[in-house]
């Protein structure tokens, strides 16, 4: 039951997918006639409750195709759930996919403009933390030049140092570090605990199972669109070694 304390809950959450055999009218013709399923549904996640308090930080573990991104998605508000509901409270940020909320034919520096905004922040916000958050993506005179130039790691700089700089009650980050050089992923790890530090609630998916122990005090295992085992994060991670 979801309180005051509550920062991300989900009731009775569940995703499908349909997956398609055909790929042409062609095909979906001849599959028609001989009777065979042109699509089948499956599921991503099963219904599922999980909470959330606030200033928890939480590791959503599991195998590929587990469905940890896909939960992540639904918190993140990015895809709605088929059944049951999802309720998060307070400002949300965080980085799901390199260069989403980005838009190519605008500079980096436009891009913060306009990333900040859609995050919550208000103009005179965001003038007055510009070059914090510049600073901190370190993107030098890109920062310029349209984003449809940059490489991956200048997206991730630029898209990370916005969204920590949003003062967010929910941060949520996945996998997305890893395309990020050694000393900026060090300088977004350290801002990450910053955060956790400063009570905010961290929900964290990433296979690097060191990293998860030493961000996150809670770990959610999923197996096949189930939560599995929900603990203590190192018991967890040692659920989980178990069964991969
Ligand atoms: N848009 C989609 N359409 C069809 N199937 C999808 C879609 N998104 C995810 N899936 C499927 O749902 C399942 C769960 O995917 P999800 O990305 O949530 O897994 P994951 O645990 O994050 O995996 P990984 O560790 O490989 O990133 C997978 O089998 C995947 O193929």
Request: hydrophobic share 45%; net charge neutral; proline share 3%.
């Given at each position: ?7 991300v809950?989900?009731e ?19 599959w ?20 959330i ?21 639904l ?11 999802v309720?998060?409270r ?46 901190f ?12 130039f ?8 630029l ?12 941060f ?20 990450v ?10 929900v ?14 809670r ?20 659920h ?5």
């Amino acid at each position: 039951m979801a309180d005051r304390c509550t920062a991300v809950s989900l009731e009775n959450a569940s995703k499908h997918f349909r997956l398609r055999h055909t790929h042409s009218l062609k095909e979906s013709v001849v599959w028609a006639v001989q009777g065979r399923a042109r699509h089948e549904d499956f599921a991503a996640l099963s219904p599922l409750d999980l909470e959330i308090r606030q200033g928890e930080s939480v590791a959503l573990l599991g195998r590929n195709g587990s469905g940890k991104s896909t939960l992540l998605k639904l918190v993140a508000g990015v895809m709605a759930p088929d059944t049951g509901r999802v309720r998060v409270r307070g400002r949300l940020a965080g980085l799901l996919e390199v260069g989403a909320g980005f838009h190519p034919d605008l500079t980096g520096r436009e891009n913060v403009h306009l990333n900040a905004s859609i995050l919550g922040m208000r103009p005179a916000q965001v003038a007055e933390r510009f070059d914090e958050i510049v600073d901190f993506a370190d993107i030098g005179p890109f920062l310029d030049t349209q984003v449809r130039f940059y490489s991956s790691g200048m997206f991730l700089r630029l898209a990370f140092a916005v969204a920590v700089h949003t003062e967010p009650d929910v941060f949520l980050v996945d996998e997305i570090l890893a395309v990020g050089d050694e000393a900026f992923r060090d300088k977004c790890l350290r801002r990450v605990e910053q955060l956790s530090a400063e009570g905010r609630t961290l929900v964290v998916v990433s296979h690097d199972l060191p990293l998860m122990e030493r961000l996150c005090s809670r770990g959610v295992v999923l197996q096949g669109g189930r939560v599995v085992a929900d603990a203590p994060v190192t018991e967890a991670v040692a659920h989980l070694r178990v069964t991969l």
